[in-house]
T-cell receptor, first 119, second 113 residues
């Protein structure tokens, strides 16, 4: 159980285009999902917290107009990188929280990540 | 401001010996800590966690120790196996909040056969 998928796994796009990345919890309902970004040989940087049915909460320094997050259902959150530029190239990872796993201390279940390359 | 730090970017250990990975944090509000293992181009895999009400948690070959006064935690892997070679991240969370995790900078472990 507790499987999280991401689609696509890799995407290459031209500068100026928008790219949508999907994050799905396959066998549980996730009231909260998180989006992270990882640069090569660096840590996972939390970008935003996505709550089902409400606006995402962005971390300091993350442009909300550039990284649009939608959490329209309990099993799906999407991250859209708008007007992508080469500096947006990175590894994007989502995670989902299963609130039924007892107590506050629920591990986040991570997706496999999406490699975005902007040419 | 890096609230969670792993000061050793890499570590090499002989197979069968103990691997000790360290993590320091600065925010005293953190009260739940986790260790994840990660391979390149994959999502992190949960290994073990510890609440601040404990100072030790053990799961098979993995043991996490927490020293709250020093704001320090460590992951012990014994015996180390070549399959343990990966990047290890510690993460911290504050229960009075949004469930979000703050990750450390990572330590690349290489277990030599």
């Amino acid at each position: 159980g507790a499987v999280v998928s991401q689609h696509p796994s890799r995407v290459i796009c031209k500068s100026g285009t928008s790219v949508k990345i999907e994050c799905r919890s396959l066998d549980f309902q996730a009231t909260t999902m998180f989006w992270y970004r990882q640069f090569p040989k660096k840590s996972l940087m939390l970008m935003a917290t996505s709550n089902e049915g409400s606006k995402a909460t962005y971390e300091q320094g993350v442009e909300k107009d550039k990284f649009l997050i939608n959490h329209a259902s309990l099993t799906l959150s999407t991250l859209t990188v708008t007007s992508a530029h080469p500096e947006d190239s990175s590894f994007y990872i989502c995670s989902a929280r299963d609130p039924t796993r007892g107590g506050f201390y629920n591990e986040q279940f991570f997706g496999p990540g999406t490699r975005l390359t902007v040419l | 401001d890096q609230q969670v730090k792993q000061n050793s970017p890499s570590l090499s250990v002989q197979e069968g010996r103990i691997s000790i990975l360290n993590c320091d944090y600065t925010n005293s509000m953190f009260d739940y800590f986790l260790w994840y293992k990660k391979y390149p181009a994959e999502g992190p895999t949960f290994l073990i966690s510890i609440s601040s009400i404990k100072d030790k948690n053990e799961d098979g070959r993995f043991t996490v120790f927490l020293n709250k006064s020093a704001k320090h935690l460590s992951l012990h892997i014994v015996p180390s196996q070549p399959g343990d070679s990966a990047v290890y991240f510690c993460a911290a969370s504050a229960t009075s909040g949004t469930y979000k995790y703050i990750f450390g900078t990572g330590t690349r472990l290489k277990v030599l056969a």
